[in-house]
């Protein structure tokens, strides 16, 4: 089965990038019509990816959790998944090419530096974790969906008050969606970020000894969560509209990455596994 | 094949000429009398705002385009109108030119989503007043065919090529329910009428209009179930709109940054989408600055309209496959149509002949017997015609001169004497 995990790993990239380029020619090319046959293309790929997941957990005997190349793949084929959801629902099929390459930048980091971990500890088992893991994951996805619908929402909205009647203007669908797009994917991923926090305020403290309230990670985190509170809290007290609440949702996403980049690689936390 | 046709239209006579020339469908009805018999054996006519055509075959050889022009401008004269204006079509050309204007290749507005229904129109009115012969019919369906591929297989069709779809598809770009949304219009001439229509075929359905001329608002609120606004006071109502259509033939612009700045306040920075039609323009264009103040002039609404031109004219290269598709498949059917007859007199004569015998033996064996030479006969004769059939069958769908199907025909003719037999029966 090791073989197979290696021969996916290097598979999962490439799959990513066949369904992106898939979309992107959909998208800039009139001439190809690949509306149905890019749809296809992703369900190959996220089968495939939830296959390797599958595996990954079978061969190793834990979650795929245990540090951020691991988390980085999880994260992958949820925002994929994600997507994929979203795309059925409404059949707005125009924005798949912004999505995906989030996914493909995940795997591909991901593919490049991701180790076969057979020994972890205990902790690293518990299903509570576990829990506290995919909330966090699927809520990172939902943020990272509206940000990326935010910043298509001022895209076509630039462009529609300077005329400028380009591919973008053409290929998206309107700024009413986009903008209950971008606030259904913060509204699930805050949900599931809340649902994520929950479990870690009260389980977190007794599973780990070294647990520390004001661990950079824990700061972030809460410092994220009130953003999106403010933002979604305006947006239905204020009967906000449009700009406001994108500008909102991009701020708590850049928050999010000086988070992860600021936690994950540069601060040391309890937070790290290894 | 002996269709011939003629066709005045937008690259042939100017616009009056085409005027003159148009017939309603009462007046159509009336112009089959003459056509029929002396003219045509049958044929159709179309008559949109931008072309009058005639097609039909020849009730006899002597039958040409002059007569056509003649018995057209007999029953609706028109001074001005020279040969000149006219196409001439005959043959495969006819046909080709038919299928062009189905698909809107041959439209003023390319890819016109209008000229295919009026098409149907004009086959269906030839066949309800018995004047379109099965040859005709078959035209009359394919052309439908090449008109229902041109617009689910191109893009010759799509995008909007008039500024008030323009103005639409913007609408549509912005918010995604018509029939949630407000709408005001501003000015009741015919622009205003023109944008009400399209957006009440559009799904709009809470609609408003405001006019400096009340009497002339509360005319076309009657016709369109609209409400009517005050021209004194709309000004501070426009927050409560999320379209503002404006089309008055005022001289300065009758709503200012103020009045917009204040509306978008009042909405909580909800978007109002703007379009401007009116020349010289209604709005001060610096509410264009306005955040979530979507204003557009004509000027804006062009640019559009040239896109999409733009878009349908790279089409027409896909269109043009399907109509020499269609041609090739039609030309087909026609050949082996030809053949046809032939094959049946064959097929008669073979089956005369083994009646004649199977009839000889039937006292002379039992029922039993009797059916089992029956049923082997029969696939004797299948198996000795099948390949002559094929053959010909073949040689007409292949052949382009259909010389070559008609040489062997009148030799399988010749052979077996089926045109004696034929008239020996009659």
Redesign the interface.
Known sequence: MLQAISILNILMPILYLTTFLAYATDFFN?KINLANSKRIFLLITLFTHFGYLIMRVVEFDHAPITNKFELFTLLASTISFAYFVLELLTDVRGTGLFIIFFSLLFQISSSLFIENIFEVKDILRNPLLGIHVVSALIGHSGITLSAVYGVLFLL?YKR??S?N?GVI?NKL?????LE?MSFYSVVIGYLLFTVSILIGTLWLPSAFPNFNPYDPKIISTVVIWVVYTAGIGAKLI???????VIVFSLIGFAVVIISMVSTIIIASSFHQFQ | MNLIGISINHRTSPVGLREALHLSDNEIADLFPLLKDEVLKDGFVLSTCNRTEIFGFPASPEVSHNHLHNTLLKFKPVDEIAENHFQRFISYDSIEHIFRVASGLDSMMLGDGQILGQAKKAYHLSEDMGFAGSLLKKICDVAIKVGKRAISET?IGDGAVTISYAAVQ?V?????NLDTKKTLVIGAGETGELAVAHLKNKGAKDVCVVNRTLKRAEGLAAKHGLEVLEFGSFRERLHEFDIIISATSSDTPIVFYDDMAKAIKKR????ICITDIAIPRDFDNKV?KI??V?Y?DID?LN??VE?NIE?RR?EIPKVEKIIAEELENFHHWYNVLKVVPTIKQLRNYFEELRRDELKKIKNRIIEEDYDKVDDMTRRIMGRLLHYPTMKLRELAENDVETQESVNYSLILKDLYKLDDRQQDEF
């Open positions: 009139n076509l529609i008050k005329h009647y203007f669908p309107n700024l009413e969606i209950k204020f009967k906000w509209y449009g700009k406001k | 893009a913007l549509e770009k912005i918010f995604s909580s920075g909800n978007p264009s955040p979530n979507f557009n804006s640019i559009i896109q878009k790279n």
